[in-house]
T-cell receptor
Framework: GNSVTQMEGPVTLSEEAFLTINCTYT??????LFWYVQYPGEGLQLLLK?????DKGSNKGFEATYRKETTSFHLEKGSVQVSDSAVYFC???????????????FGQGTTLQVKP | DTAVSQTPKYLVTQMGNDKSIKCEQN?????MYWYKQDSKKFLKIMFS???????INETVPNRFSPKSPDKAHLNLHINSLELGDSAVYFC????????????FGPGTRLTVL
């Protein structure tokens, strides 16, 4: 079946450090890939997405590249800020057809703590 | 303007009670969802409705019954609440089924005592 695996957290970094959060997936066909962010006490917000192999999603200094050969979609940021402290979720979705429902399948989430 | 809103934000109740959570979206989307987030932050889809039609029911107990009176609303009714139902419930919507971006509500934290 389809699944998403993220690196265990929490990840604790100092401000301006480089961030990588690993995400790998298992899926048949060609899923779309997403990173969602959940700030404390809030719902999830879409951070970035990629819909086909070699696409790079980017937003707010974060980037992730859809790597079909390694089935990965790692999240990176060159210089994190305290305000980036949140839970980050990698997710995949397949377009609905032939029984697919198009639902989002999430990884387990990775908590990022950035210290001043 | 709030795109996806949920009420209540917090819900504390006794085991065995029946409760409802309401969700409304003002984005004109066709598809709405309910997700459950457990204490370890793990998110799992429960239901999905497309144009008021049930699309996904992820082996959720019968005690949970979604109702979609119109495209803009998807409510969740829970009967005979159990301790294990304690979680944060998120409503979400997307333009169409399987469409790339889902917009999430702020969540409802349910605590069953």
């Amino acid at each position: 079946g389809n699944s998403v695996t993220q690196m265990e957290g929490p990840v604790t970094l100092s401000e301006e450090a480089f961030l990588t959060i690993n995400c790998t997936y298992t899926a048949t066909g060609y899923p779309s890939l997403f990173w969602y962010v959940q700030y404390p006490g809030e719902g999830l917000q879409l951070l970035l997405k990629a819909t086909k192999a070699d696409d790079k999603g980017s937003n707010k200094g974060f980037e992730a590249t859809y790597r079909k050969e390694t089935t990965s979609f790692h999240l990176e940021k060159g210089s994190v800020q305290v305000s980036d402290s949140a839970v980050y979720f990698c997710a995949l979705s397949r377009l609905p057809h032939s029984g697919n429902t198009g639902k989002l399948i999430f990884g387990q989430g990775t908590t990022l703590q950035v210290k001043p | 303007d709030t795109a996806v809103s949920q009420t209540p934000k917090y819900l504390v109740t006794q085991m065995g009670n029946d409760k409802s959570i309401k969700c409304e979206q003002n984005l004109g989307h066709d598809t709405m969802y309910w997700y459950k987030q457990d204490s370890k932050k793990f998110l799992k889809i429960m239901f999905s409705y497309n144009n008021k039609e049930l699309i996904i029911n992820e082996t959720v107990p019968n005690r949970f019954s979604p109702k979609s009176p119109d495209k803009a609303h998807l409510n969740l009714h829970i009967n005979s609440l159990e301790l294990g139902d304690s979680a944060v419930y998120f409503c979400a919507s997307s333009q169409a089924l399987g469409y790339n971006e889902q917009f999430f509500g702020p969540g409802t934290r349910l605590t069953v005592l």
